[in-house]
């Protein structure tokens, strides 16, 4: 984690790593695929996946699944390149499933 001790935090559920930092949350309006899920600018302790391109709700985009470095668990998914010009905002951001982390403090 972050030198300043970063609370809160989101971990994951499984295993309780933490993921990402609450200073780096910038919306809770997403889906996944369990749910309601959030964007974070950053995500820390993960291990990102094969590219892919997938059709999601807003589009087209080239994205790769993360998984928490510890114990695997697949928590969402990074977006890589946004073909609309209008979600090229979500590039290099993380989607994090609600089903899957924890908000620790």
Same mark, same amino acid.
């Given at each position: 984690?972050?030198?300043?001790?970063? @609370?809160?935090?989101?971990?994951?559920?499984?295993? @309780?790593?933490?993921?990402?930092?609450?200073?780096?949350?910038?919306?809770?309006?997403?889906?996944?695929?369990?749910?309601?899920?959030?964007?974070? @600018?950053?995500?820390?302790?993960?291990?990102?996946?094969?590219?892919?391109?997938?059709?999601?709700?807003?589009?087209?985009?080239?994205?790769?699944?993360?998984?928490?470095?510890?114990?695997?668990?697949?928590?969402?998914?990074?977006?890589?390149?946004?073909?609309?010009?209008?979600?090229?905002?979500?590039?290099?951001?993380?989607?994090?499933?609600?089903?899957?982390?924890?908000?620790?403090?």
């Amino acid at each position: 984690m972050d030198e300043s001790g970063g @609370r809160p935090f989101y971990s994951c559920r499984t295993c @309780r790593n933490p993921v990402a930092l609450h200073a780096y949350l910038e919306s809770k309006k997403f889906k996944g695929k369990s749910g309601d899920a959030y964007l974070f @600018r950053q995500a820390m302790n993960i291990v990102v996946g094969a590219k892919e391109v997938r059709q999601l709700m807003t589009g087209d985009y080239t994205i790769a699944k993360i998984f928490c470095r510890t114990c695997g668990a697949e928590m969402g998914w990074t977006y890589l390149t946004a073909f609309d010009p209008q979600q090229k905002y979500k590039e290099g951001k993380y989607i994090l499933e609600k089903a899957k982390i924890l908000k620790e403090y």
